[in-house]
């Protein structure tokens, strides 16, 4: 059974910190996503990377894929209140064909 | 809104109802699937449909029954459930059900089921 090892569970932050969210697993995957998710509505698709030590930038957001391609990070620069949500990481591919394995989550809050 | 549309949104039965929860996608994809959101647990697969056919069926009780007319929806019939089974449902499609680098998966926005 593949597992995704996402930390912290738990993120309650100020206004203008930065903050890492890391996703680790011991498999490796031929891709992985990363979701935010607001209460009562369904996961929302942040960004996707393949390749091994891919960097993606989305605004305050910088994702990277490990070199390895079994682990992942998050890192939002000068967090706003707008951030506050759960941050999934879900990888898709090896041993599972065809399966996105989720990790459990950061709940992220934002105090301004 | 990521294309994929869930009705009915909140949906509240007894364990004798029979309901049925349905997902259009519109995104011209091949692959679609149902997934079940518990308070405190990852999201699990439940099914996969690839073309309209079921590839994975991840040891879903037969209570929950799903049914794919056509690659463009997805129903999940639900019948004798009980209160456990009370939470998100979303369901998601992709360009087909595989490994492909960058196949992402995109969710609709759930459907909250509580079995009174």
């Known amino acids: 059974t593949q597992l995704l090892e996402q930390s912290p569970q738990f993120l309650s932050i100020q206004e203008g910190e930065n903050l890492t969210v890391y996703c680790n697993s011991s498999?490796?995957?031929?891709?992985l996503q990363w979701y935010r998710q607001e209460p009562g509505e369904g996961p929302v698709l942040l960004v996707t990377v393949v390749t091994g030590g891919e960097v993606k930038k989305l605004k305050r957001l910088t994702f990277q894929f490990g070199d390895a391609r079994k682990d992942s990070s998050l890192h939002i620069t000068a967090a706003q209140p707008g951030d506050t949500g759960l941050y999934l990481c879900?990888?898709?591919?090896?041993?599972?064909?065809?399966?996105?394995?989720f990790g459990q989550g950061t709940i992220l809050t934002v105090h301004p | 809104e990521t294309g994929v549309t869930q009705t009915p949104r909140h949906l509240v039965m007894g364990m004798t109802n029979k309901k049925s929860l349905k997902c259009e996608q519109h995104l011209g994809h091949n692959a679609m699937y149902w997934y079940k959101q518990s308070a405190k647990k990852p999201l699990e697969l439940m099914f996969v449909?690839?073309?309209?056919?079921?590839?994975e069926n991840n040891s879903v009780p037969s209570r929950f029954s799903p049914e794919c007319p056509n690659s463009s929806h997805l129903f999940l019939h639900l019948h004798t459930l009980q209160p456990e089974d009370s939470a998100l449902y979303l369901c998601?499609?992709?360009?087909?059900?595989?490994?492909?680098?960058?196949?992402?998966?995109?969710f609709g926005e759930g459907s909250w089921l509580t079995v009174v």
């Open positions: 449909y690839n073309f309209k056919e079921q590839t």
């Open positions: 998601a499609s992709s360009q087909v059900a595989g490994t492909l680098a960058g196949n992402t998966i995109y």
């Open positions: 879900a990888g898709m591919g090896g041993t599972s064909y065809g399966k996105l394995t």
């Open positions: 498999s490796v995957f031929s891709s």
